[in-house]
């Protein structure tokens, strides 16, 4: 079994500033592990993802995550924060091989970016 | 077109009526999932299915049907709607490998139980 744990369900920043958005996961197997992001009124997208080999992940629109299997954690961060980032940013995780994939998605994160 | 489409798109409906929501998807993905999203409490899957003869029930399957036509659409039925099915509904598609690849999502259907 997996789940999700989304520190914080509302970040805000400054324009410029570093975005981090915390995520911490549980699985019995090694894990695969998903940003998403929506924006307002639209579905999700998928931000970046860890399967195996490098656990730093980099993503689309400047953000990277790295995954740390001592602390369970795939934080999601981005240098310097935009106006467009502003959206709902979603964890998720699911069980590596077999045939019982499905994804479990933490809470959400919204991130308010201020001028 | 969109890899997953999603209809209807907005829905406001009465409390006891039948309702269906569809989707469709060009990705020739094997496996399509049902979630709901609600304010705080993320995305939760309702019904889930790896090909046509093969449906399950997600975590919150309660009040719900599914029904897999083709590998291409798979729509969500509540039979009698009630209040607190008032929600944000996803469609998504997977391919039938491990996934690896995650989630192409619809762009959601939003439904109002009045």
């Known amino acids: 079994a997996q789940s999700v744990t989304q520190l914080g369900s509302h970040v805000s920043v400054s324009e410029g500033a570093l975005v981090l958005l915390r995520c911490n996961y549980s699985s019995s197997v090694p894990p695969y592990l998903f940003w998403y992001v929506q924006y307002p009124n639209q579905g999700l997208q998928l931000l970046l993802k860890?399967?195996?080999?490098?656990?730093l992940v980099k993503g689309i629109n400047g953000f990277e995550a790295e995954f740390k299997k001592s602390e369970t954690s795939f934080h999601l961060t981005k240098p310097s924060a935009h106006m467009s980032d502003a959206a709902e940013y979603f964890c998720a995780v699911s069980g590596s091989g077999g045939s019982n994939y499905k994804l479990t998605f933490g809470k959400g994160t919204l991130l308010t970016v201020n001028p | 077109d969109a890899d997953v489409t999603q209809t209807p798109r907005n829905r406001i409906t009465k409390t006891g009526k039948r309702i269906m929501l569809e989707c469709s998807q060009t990705k020739g993905h094997d496996r399509m999932y049902w979630y709901r999203q609600d304010p705080g409490l993320g995305l939760r899957l309702i019904y889930y299915s790896f090909d046509v003869k093969d449906i399950n029930k997600g975590e919150i399957s309660d009040g719900y049907s599914v029904s897999r036509q083709a590998q291409a659409k798979f729509s969500l039925s509540l039979e009698s709607a009630i209040p607190n099915q008032t929600a944000l509904y996803f469609c998504?598609?997977?391919?039938?490998?491990?996934?690896?690849?995650?989630?192409?999502f619809g762009s959601g259907t939003r439904l109002t139980v009045v």
């Open positions: 998504a598609t997977s391919e039938g490998t491990g996934g690896v690849d995650g989630y192409t």
């Open positions: 860890y399967t195996t080999g490098a656990t």
